[in-house]
C-alpha cells in the first residue's frame, strides 16, 4: 500500500512535523503539545481516551493537573474552530476522557512521490502511540495494583499538598499513606506526607489560627504545642527515611531541612536545603527555603538572592510544571518586590512590580504595590489608571482602594 501524504480530519489537513494545520488555503501553526494531543485522538477516532492517558502519553514523568489538559484541549479546540458545546471534532465525555468524532482519513501521493514512510509518521506518531498504548484507559479506568498506578497516586498527593487548604492537606496526607502502604520504600511520598503534616502544624493547628509564615508560627511557638511535637516527631521519621532512601533527591533533602526548620533547628535546615540546591539547580523550593531563613535572620540581601534565583527558575519551569509553580509564581515576585520597597530600592521594586503584571495583568497586589510606587513619586494619573483598570475585572487592593477613595473626594 502507498504511504499518507498526510492526514486529513475532518476538514483541516494535518502537517505533523510541522505542527501545522490547513483548511483550504486557512493555516494554523499548533504548539507542540497540542499537536500531540492531536495525532494522539486521531489514532483512536471514535474512541473514548482516558485523560489519565492521555496525561501520562503528553507529559511522560512529569507531575501535571488536569486543568493543564483541559487547556491543550482547549488550544486544540480553538484552533479547529471547533465549538465545545456543539463539538464537531472534540467531545468532552465527563469524568472519562475525550473523543474524536471527526472523520479521520489520509491523503495518498501520487504516483511519482515516493512510497517511503515519513519520518514524522514514524518519529512523530509511532513513538507517540507506543507510549499511549502502555497507558491507554479507554473510559478513565480506575486505580489499579500497577507501578503506574502507584505514580498517579502519588502525583495526585503532590497536587493536593501545593494548593495549601485544609481539605486538599487532608487528601494529600491520605493519599501519601496509601502509597507508602504500597510501596514502602517510596521516596518521595516519605517526603511529601513529611511536608504535609509540617504544613499542618503551621497553617491549621488545633485551636489556633492558622498561619501562612514559618518565622510567624515559630515566634509565636506553633511548634511547642503536644499536637504539633507530635506530629513534627512523625515527620521526622518519615522525611529522615526518605533521605536514607534516595540520599540525592532534592525534594527528599528539602522535606527533612522543613521539618528541622520547624522544629527550631535552623542550621541543620539550611544545611539539607543547601545540599538539595546542589543536587539539582532547579531545586526552587528549596531556594525559597533558604531566602526565608536569610530573611528571618535580617540578612535581607541575601535572602532577594535567594528569592530571585527561585523565580527564575520557576520562569523557565512554568510551562513543564504549571500546578506547582502557578501557585507561588507571582506571589513570590511581589514578596520580591516588598523587599525591594523596603530597603529603599525603588526602581528595582517598580520593575519587579511591572515584571509581575506583564504576565498576570491583574494581579491585585502587583497593581497596588506599583501604584504607591507611582502615586508617592508625583505620577498620580498612572496610579488612579492601574486602580480604575483592576476595578473593572472586579478585583481590588487596599492601596488601590485608598487612592480611588482619595481621588474621587479631591476637588
Given at each position: ?141 480506575e486505580e489499579g495494583t500497577t507501578p503506574s498506578d502507584t505514580e498517579l497516586l502519588a502525583g495526585r498527593a503532590d497536587d493536593f499538598y ?114 538539595a540546591v546542589a543536587a539539582n539547580d532547579d531545586a526552587w523550593e528549596s531556594l525559597i527555603n533558604l531566602g526565608e531563613l536569610a530573611e ?116
Amino acid at each position: 500500500m502507498t504511504s499518507p501524504r498526510s492526514l486529513i480530519v475532518g476538514e483541516w489537513r494535518v502537517d505533523g512535523p510541522g505542527c501545522r494545520i490547513d483548511n483550504d488555503g486557512e493555516a494554523k501553526s499548533l504548539e507542540p503539545k497540542v499537536m500531540d494531543l492531536l495525532l494522539l485522538l486521531a489514532r483512536h477516532p471514535g474512541e473514548v481516551v482516558g485523560r489519565q492517558a492521555l496525561l501520562s502519553a503528553l507529559w511522560p514523568g512529569v507531575v501535571v493537573g488536569e486543568d493543564t489538559l483541559a487547556r491543550t484541549v482547549s488550544k486544540l479546540r480553538g484552533a479547529l474552530d471547533d465549538d465545545a458545546k456543539q463539538p464537531a471534532y472534540i467531545e468532552t465525555i465527563p469524568k472519562r476522557g475525550y473523543r474524536l468524532i471527526a472523520e479521520v482519513s489520509s491523503e495518498q501521493p501520487s504516483s511519482g512521490e515516493s512510497r517511503q514512510l515519513k519520518p514524522w509518521l514514524i518519529a512523530g506518531v509511532a513513538v507517540l502511540f507506543a507510549a499511549l498504548a502502555g497507558v491507554l484507559l479507554v473510559g478513565g479506568g480506575e486505580e489499579g495494583t500497577t507501578p503506574s498506578d502507584t505514580e498517579l497516586l502519588a502525583g495526585r498527593a503532590d497536587d493536593f499538598y501545593m494548593r495549601f487548604e485544609q481539605a486538599d492537606n487532608a487528601a494529600a496526607i491520605d493519599l501519601y499513606e496509601r502509597v507508602i502502604a504500597r510501596e514502602p520504600e517510596h521516596a518521595r511520598a516519605h517526603a511529601g506526607l513529611a511536608s504535609a503534616l509540617v504544613q499542618r502544624v503551621i497553617r491549621w493547628p488545633e485551636g489556633l489560627p492558622g498561619l501562612a509564615s514559618l518565622t510567624d508560627a515559630l515566634e509565636q511557638g506553633y511548634n511547642e504545642t503536644p499536637q504539633a511535637l507530635e506530629l513534627l516527631e512523625r515527620a521526622r521519621l518519615l522525611a529522615e527515611r526518605g533521605v536514607e532512601l534516595a540520599p540525592d533527591d532534592p525534594k527528599t533533602l528539602k522535606a527533612l531541612g522543613l521539618v528541622l526548620a520547624t522544629s527550631g533547628r535552623l542550621e541543620e535546615a539550611r544545611g539539607h536545603y543547601e545540599r538539595a540546591v546542589a543536587a539539582n539547580d532547579d531545586a526552587w523550593e528549596s531556594l525559597i527555603n533558604l531566602g526565608e531563613l536569610a530573611e528571618s535572620s535580617g540578612d535581607l540581601p541575601a535572602a532577594v538572592d535567594y528569592f530571585t534565583q527561585s523565580y527564575e527558575v520557576m520562569q523557565r519551569l512554568y510551562d513543564r510544571e504549571p500546578q506547582r509553580v502557578g501557585p507561588w509564581h507571582a506571589p513570590l515576585g511581589n514578596h520580591i518586590a516588598g523587599m525591594h520597597n523596603a530597603m529603599g530600592n525603588l526602581q528595582e521594586a517598580e520593575a519587579w512590580y511591572r515584571r509581575i503584571l506583564r504576565l498576570s495583568p491583574y494581579d491585585a497586589a502587583a497593581t497596588g504595590g506599583l501604584a504607591q510606587i507611582l502615586a508617592a513619586s508625583g505620577d498620580l494619573r498612572q496610579a488612579l489608571s492601574l486602580c480604575r483598570n483592576l476595578v473593572t475585572v472586579g478585583s481590588s487592593d487596599e492601596t488601590c482602594d485608598v487612592l480611588l477613595a482619595k481621588s474621587a473626594t479631591s476637588p
